[in-house]
């Protein structure tokens, strides 16, 4: 028979193996963490339009609003989800109609928009996103932009069933 000789070694390697394992020995299963839904931002739904056309870019161009829309809980990618996208930008503000333009994501959730430069608007340089069809709750997001110079914005959404 092996005796152990208790030393601080093999005290660390035990405390180690039962903190790892548990005390009964059994390993304890992962647990699955689910992806929270996006919420509604303040003041993501000024100036929106319902039913904004798909377009392929918004005006001149020059600025790429671009993310992903992915289901809550396991986080899938969500294909063909309507973003309508709108800012206040070199070219229009925000209230106007061509400053408005809706995108569709694609088979891996993401979706991307060319647009006019977005400048600050209440001295901030922001855009504005909603996800707005029937299968998931209505979101709105309101990125704001490190630098009034960037030329991209992303946002995210993480949708629920309605």
């Known amino acids: 028979m092996t005796l152990i000789h208790p030393n601080r070694r093999t005290l660390l390697t035990a ?9 009964s020995g059994f ?3 992962a647990q699955a963490k689910t992806l929270a839904p996006s919420k509604t931002m303040r003041g ?6 319902l039913d904004a056309p798909i377009v392929d870019k918004i ?17 899938a990618p969500l294909a063909g989800q309507r973003i309508q996208i709108w800012a206040h930008t070199t070219e229009g503000h925000e209230r106007d109609q061509r400053s408005h333009g809706a995108t569709l994501s694609d088979e ?7 647009m006019p430069q977005i400048v600050p608007a ?5 855009g504005h996103l909603v996800y707005d069809s029937a299968d ?4 709105f997001l309101r990125p704001i932009m490190a ?3 960037d030329t991209s914005l992303e946002a995210h959404f993480v949708l629920e069933p309605a």
Do not use: C, I
């Open 122 to 126: 209440f001295g901030q340089a922001h």
């Open 59 to 75: 005006g001149g161009g020059g600025f790429w609003m671009s993310g992903t829309v992915r289901r809550a809980g396991d986080g």
């Open 15 to 23: 405390t180690g193996a039962a903190l790892v394992t548990g005390v």
């Open 108 to 114: 891996n959730g993401v979706f991307r928009l060319e």
């Open 44 to 49: 993501g739904s000024n100036n929106y339009r």
């Open 27 to 29: 390993r304890v299963p």
């Open 147 to 149: 630098r009034s110079s």
């Open 136 to 139: 998931f709750k209505t979101v």
